[in-house]
């Protein structure tokens, strides 16, 4: 049984960047990764997700200061998030499915597997 567990998260200042860290452990090798993020009493968002073959896609609002990566093992996704702002405050998801493709689902739907979150807190 594949296990995600994500490490990096914590107070910022508006400005500042942060690398989250999504570790997979045991079980198959997973396929795509993706992070997801829930701002308190809002429904859980999709940032970005990348594939077996290292191709990513990511929500709008992610495009110009996110990025996702894995390691070439495909045991560990970071996401890079710049210029963080109060409103990127939220507890941020690692996800990943096990199924075979090249899928990149931009929606919860498509994982099955997720690990517990990492609080990001932005102050202004």
């Known amino acids: 049984q594949v296990q995600l567990a994500e490490s990096g998260g914590g107070l910022v200042q508006a400005g500042e960047s942060l690398t989250l860290s999504c570790r997979a452990s045991?079980?198959?090798?997973?396929?795509?990764m993706a992070w997801f993020r829930q701002a308190l009493g809002k429904q859980r968002e999709f940032i970005a997700a990348?594939?077996?073959?290292?191709?990513?896609t990511y929500g709008d609002f992610a495009k110009s200061r996110f990025t996702i990566s894995i390691n070439d093992t495909r045991s560990i996704a970071y996401l890079r998030a710049n210029d963080l702002r109060p409103e990127d405050t939220g507890v941020y998801f690692c996800?990943?499915?096990?199924?075979?493709?090249?899928?990149?689902?931009?929606?919860?739907?498509?994982?099955?597997?997720w690990g517990q979150g990492t609080r990001v807190t932005v102050s202004s």
């Open positions: 996800a990943s499915t096990v199924r075979m493709g090249l899928y990149l689902p931009p929606s919860e739907s498509g994982y099955e597997i």
């Open positions: 045991g079980g198959n090798t997973v396929n795509t």
């Open positions: 990348i594939n077996r073959a290292f191709s990513t």
